[in-house]
């Protein structure tokens, strides 16, 4: 079942790649949006021509789930698109009736708000399950989603299609270091993924909180951060003053660079937070859960990992 998980991952991976998801997402400004709009290339699929479709002959994705869609950042985008034009095609399944459309619904309905006949796109034949992730996606992109909301979404994709960080990453549009962020924030503290889901924090700060390894100086770092509205600079300050001195002791010895590398690397790559106290020669490595979902991902981790070896 591993195996075709991943397998499936790569394929769609592929895919993504090919068309490389460059989709303007809104509340970031109207200037931002139509420089994203007017990327500077319009992506195609490789040996796929892009073509102009009547606007009337595209139907909406019958995966999509998402039902709300934001007017005012939609007419945000429509006069981005009357500025520039649509220079991000869609993509699209033929149809019996016209087309259905698989990516693109923001730009297809601002397109539509925008008075236009026609919209560039990619028409292509894709499985059931790739419609799915599309929409799934798609979805990943809304203007009010909070960044655990964002995360939990981003796991299940990495859960449920095998995919790896890197490859959701090029997908969406975010750096790997990103996504593994918003991975990393899901294994926090509870208090503090609720100060994150509340928007008391943002992933900046969450980042920045990842570098106090105790819980209980790294909540009440948290809770200032809240009570005093400091910015990531501050925190990032203040969290390294408290890693130096966990115990509030001058002196304390710095956990080693290679040891933190280390587990930042086992934390992106199993999504769960690990802690390692000691060196290259011996100590101990600490795999923290916070509910009983968390532990059964931890269990299934090792279980798998006993198979590998």
């Known amino acids: ?25 809104s509340g970031e400004g109207a200037a931002k949006r139509g420089a994203e709009n007017t990327g500077k290339e319009a992506p195609a699929m490789p040996g796929r021509a892009v073509i ?20 005012e950042g939609l007419e945000e985008l429509a006069a981005s698109i ?59 992109q809304r203007e009010n989603l909070n960044v655990i909301e964002e995360a939990t979404a981003y796991r299940g994709i990495i ?25 990393r924030a899901l294994v926090m503290q509870t208090e503090i993924v609720e100060m994150m889901r509340q928007g008391q924090l943002t992933l900046g700060h969450a980042n920045a909180l990842g570098a ?30 408290a890693e130096k001195n966990p115990r509030g002791k001058a002196g304390a010895k710095a956990k080693a660079e290679d040891i933190r590398r280390i587990e930042q690397e086992l934390t992106s790559a199993a999504g769960i937070h690990v802690n390692i106290n000691g060196n290259r020669e011996k100590g101990k490595v600490e795999l923290r859960y916070l509910d009983r979902q968390g532990l059964e991902e931890i269990i299934d981790l090792l279980r798998k990992a006993r198979k590998i070896l």
């Open 212 to 241: 106090v390894k105790e819980a209980k100086p790294q909540l009440e770092l948290a809770k200032k951060i809240v009570k005093s509205g400091l910015s990531v600079r501050e925190a990032e300050r203040l969290a390294a003053k």
């Open 159 to 183: 859960k449920k299609y095998g995919m790896t960080q890197e490859g959701l990453a090029r997908i969406v549009g975010k750096s790997r270091s990103y996504i593994a962020n918003t991975q």
């Open 52 to 71: 102009d479709v009547d606007i009337d002959e595209i139907k909406p994705n019958s995966e999509q789930p998402r039902e709300a869609f934001d007017q």
């Open 1 to 25: 079942m591993a195996g075709k998980k991943q397998a499936l991952g790569k394929k769609l991976e592929d895919l993504f790649g090919d068309i490389e998801s460059k989709i303007p997402v």
């Open 82 to 140: 009357e500025a520039h034009g649509v220079l991000v095609p869609l993509l699209l399944q033929k149809t019996e009736h016209g087309y259905e459309l698989v990516y693109g619904e923001r730009r297809w309905r601002a397109a539509r708000i925008a008075g236009l006949k026609s919209v560039p796109a990619t028409v292509r034949e894709v499985t059931e399950e790739e419609k799915e992730l599309f929409a799934i996606i798609e979805n990943t």
